[in-house]
Every structure is written in C-alpha cells, then in structure tokens.
C-alpha cells in the first residue's frame, strides 16, 4: 500500500494519506510534510522530540500535528523525516525524529495547514485522509 500521494491544486499543495490504521495516517502524513519542506532529500533521523496533542475530532487532530511541525520547523529548525505515532480516543502522542534543518539547502516552508478539502475516514478497512496545506 502506498503511504500518500500528491495531488493536482492550483496554487497550494494537495495530498492523499494511506494507512492500515489512523495512526499510520498522521505517521504517513510527516513523511509527506518531510518531502515537502526538504525539497524531496532524505532527512536524517539525528535527533527526536515528543509531541503530545488532544483534538475534539480527527481533522482537528491532524491539522494541530502539521500546525506543530511547522512550527517545530520556524521555532527550532528542526526538520522532521519520521514519527512513531498514536492515536487514541481524541489525544495523540508522538515521537517525531528529524536533524537541523540548517544542514538542507533546498528547505521549502509550509505557511500553514487548512482545512479546505481536509478529511479522514475509514474505506473498505483501510484509512485515507486528504489534506490541503497554504505555501
């Protein structure tokens, strides 16, 4: 099964996530924003940070965890390329690995997440979730 998709947008960038499981939806969502932000160069997994997120749905989950790897991002240079992730029951928690981002000269920035076209369900026993982010 393939991990996500880019999609077709006029002026923004629009992807598809795959996943077995919901948490396999946001892991497979931070190594769509890694290929984003690097420019498509592997990130190295050098370092590590937690991240733990409540939501009062799924959408709201997964637009606060791209929200705080952006900003992990503008705040502290640091580059994901990876997370361990799980989702339960409205909270996430997740180990996010990723390098400084000073060491990628090609580095994209993401302005912010949207919700414009944003979804997350469950299909034929799988998950699928689409996203939308503002560059």
């Known amino acids: 099964m393939k991990k996500y998709e880019f999609l077709e947008h006029s002026s923004e960038i629009k992807f598809r996530i795959f996943g077995k499981t919901i948490s396999k939806i946001f892991e497979n969502t931070s190594l769509a924003i890694s ?10 997994d050098k370092a590590k940070k937690k991240i733990e997120l409540e939501g009062k749905d799924n959408e709201s989950l997964l637009y606060d965890f791209i929200d705080e790897l952006i900003y992990l991002l503008d705040a502290e240079h640091f580059l994901v390329s990876k997370a361990k992730v799980e989702v339960k029951e409205g909270k996430l928690n997740a180990i996010i690995y990723g390098d400084d981002a000073l060491r990628y000269p090609k580095l994209d920035y993401i302005k912010a997440a949207t919700y414009s076209e944003m979804y997350i369900r469950e299909k034929n026993g799988n998950w699928e979730a689409q996203v939308v982010v503002d560059v």
Do not use: D, N, P
């Not at 290929?35 to 190295?44: C, F, M, Q, T, Y």
């Open 35 to 44: 290929e984003i932000l690097s420019g498509a160069e592997k990130v190295e």
